[in-house]
T-cell receptor, first 112, second 117 residues
Framework: QKEVEQNSGPLSVPEGAIASLNCTYS??????FFWYRQYSGKSPELIMSIYSNGDKEDGRFTAQLNKASQYVSLLIRDSQPSDSATYLCAVKSGYNFNKFYFGSGTKLNVKP | GAVVSQHPSWVICKSGTSVKIECRSL??????MFWYRQFPKQSLMLMAT?????????EQGVEKDKFLINHASLTLSTLTVTSAHPEDSSFYIC?????????????FGPGTRLTVT
C-alpha cells in the first residue's frame, strides 16, 4: 500500500465549475498535509497546508481534512483554464519529521 | 516568503563528466533539504534527504557514490552527478523545509534540467 494515494486522472471540468481532488493516506499519526500544484515542465508549488480536521479556505481553494477517515481533499471553485495542472497531495510522516510522502498526482484539465 | 533557487536551470554535459547543481534557500534557513528527480510524465522521486552538517540519507536504489550531496550551510545544498550517463538525463528538483506556524512546510526550487549526451 502506498503512503499517499491519488487518482491519476485526468479530471476534466468545465470552466467555472468546482474541481474536487481527493487523496487518502495510510499513516494514522500524520499531522501535516499539503497540496501542491505542478504545471507541466515546472516544479511543484505549495498552494495549501492543513493541520486540523475540517475545512481551510484560501481564495478559490478549500482544503478539507478528515483524520478519522485518513482523507484529504482540495476543492477549486470557479475553475479556470489556468488551473489546469497536476495536483500533488503530500503528507508529513508522523514518525519521521524529515519525511514527506507525495502522491503521484491528479491531472486536472479545465476546459474553456 | 519562502524562496528556493537552483542553479543552473538547465545543463548539457557529455557522458562521463560530472555536474554540480546548487540549491539555495534565499530568505530562510533550512535545516533539511531534499533532492528529487522527475522523468517526463512521471511522479516525483525522492533521491535523498540532507541535513546541514551531516551525511545525506539516500532512498533505496539511489547510488550515493554517484549522486554526491553536500549540505554545507543552512542555506545551501549541492548535488553532484558524477560520471553522468544519458540515463541520468532528468529534471532534478530540490526543496527546503521551512518551519511554519504549525509545522514544517516544504518549498521547491525551480528545478534543473540535465541532458547528458
Amino acid at each position: 500500500q502506498k503512503e499517499v494515494e491519488q487518482n491519476s486522472g485526468p479530471l476534466s471540468v468545465p470552466e467555472g465549475a468546482i474541481a474536487s481532488l481527493n487523496c487518502t493516506y495510510s499513516d494514522r499519526v500524520s499531522q501535516s498535509f499539503f497540496w501542491y500544484r505542478q504545471y507541466s515542465g515546472k516544479s511543484p508549488e505549495l498552494i495549501m497546508s492543513i493541520y486540523s480536521n475540517g475545512d481551510k479556505e484560501d481564495g478559490r481553494f478549500t482544503a478539507q481534512l478528515n483524520k478519522a477517515s485518513q482523507y484529504v481533499s482540495l476543492l477549486i471553485r470557479d475553475s479556470q483554464p489556468s488551473d489546469s495542472a497536476t495536483y500533488l497531495c503530500a503528507v508529513k510522516s508522523g514518525y519521521n519529521f524529515n519525511k514527506f510522502y507525495f502522491g503521484s498526482g491528479t491531472k486536472l484539465n479545465v476546459k474553456p | 516568503g519562502a524562496v528556493v533557487s537552483q542553479h543552473p536551470s538547465w545543463v548539457i554535459c557529455k557522458s562521463g563528466t560530472s555536474v554540480k547543481i546548487e540549491c539555495r534557500s534565499l530568505d530562510f534557513q533550512a535545516t533539511t533539504m531534499f533532492w528529487y528527480r522527475q522523468f517526463p510524465k512521471q511522479s516525483l522521486m525522492l533521491m535523498a534527504t540532507s541535513n546541514e552538517g551531516s551525511k545525506a540519507t539516500y532512498e533505496q536504489g539511489v547510488e550515493k557514490d554517484k549522486f554526491l550531496i553536500n549540505h554545507a550551510s543552512l542555506t545551501l545544498s549541492t548535488l553532484t552527478v558524477t560520471s553522468a550517463h544519458p540515463e541520468d538525463s532528468s529534471f532534478y528538483i530540490c526543496s527546503a523545509s521551512k518551519p511554519g506556524l504549525a509545522g514544517d512546510e516544504q518549498y521547491f526550487g525551480p528545478g534543473t534540467r540535465l541532458t547528458v549526451t
